[in-house]
């Protein structure tokens, strides 16, 4: 209900990614810049750097408001319907491309869960639940789990990277 007419596909998927990614961060009771740094990552790197990010801002702060009034056991519940509608969307997708964005969300998500240093437990707990929930396989956890993993190295030394153009 939140997203209108007003947005682009890009801007459907972006707001979704980054909702989902809202609860996720949202579940050991602190959203972290780290974690809001590799929203942005997943969403600019993996969607589209066109994406509006006002639209985003926007679906940022009432993903906020709406957790607040859930409460953090609300969150599980939410985001299974998030996800749902996430895949309802897919359902217009090429069948190859449906696989590979559904993946994507988890890897976007479990990748804001480690982004400020590692996995809290309860976002452990939370991330496992959807895998067993939405039944994905242990190849397709594998693939997320690695590739979360690599995006989170890379941002790390990219950050860590001395700028170039200092240099005399």
């Not at 007003?6 to 989902?20: P, Q």
């Not at 050991?28 to 810049?33: L, P, T, Y």
């Not at 309802?88 to 964005?101: C, V």
């Amino acid at each position: 209900e939140f997203i209108t007419r007003e947005y682009s596909g890009l801007d459907i998927l972006a707001s979704i990614l980054a909702s989902a990614s809202i609860h996720i961060a949202k579940v050991d009771g602190v959203i972290s810049e780290e974690e809001i740094s590799a929203i942005r990552y997943g969403i600019t790197n993996e969607i589209s750097e066109k994406v509006d990010q006002e639209k985003i801002a926007k679906v940022v702060s009432m993903t906020k408001t709406h957790i607040s009034q859930i409460g953090v056991n609300g969150i599980y519940d939410s985001l299974i319907e998030l996800i749902n509608y996430h895949i309802s969307i897919l359902q217009n997708i090429e069948e190859s491309g449906r696989a590979d964005l559904a993946i994507l969300l988890f890897t976007i998500m479990y990748e804001v869960a480690i982004a400020d240093g590692g996995i809290h437990p309860a976002e452990e707990r939370l991330f496992s639940r959807l895998c067993g929930y939405f039944s994905l396989s242990n190849e397709h956890l594998e693939i997320i789990i690695r590739t979360a993993n690599y995006h989170y190295q890379h941002r790390k030394n990219q950050a860590a990277k001395p700028d170039e153009s200092l240099r005399f």
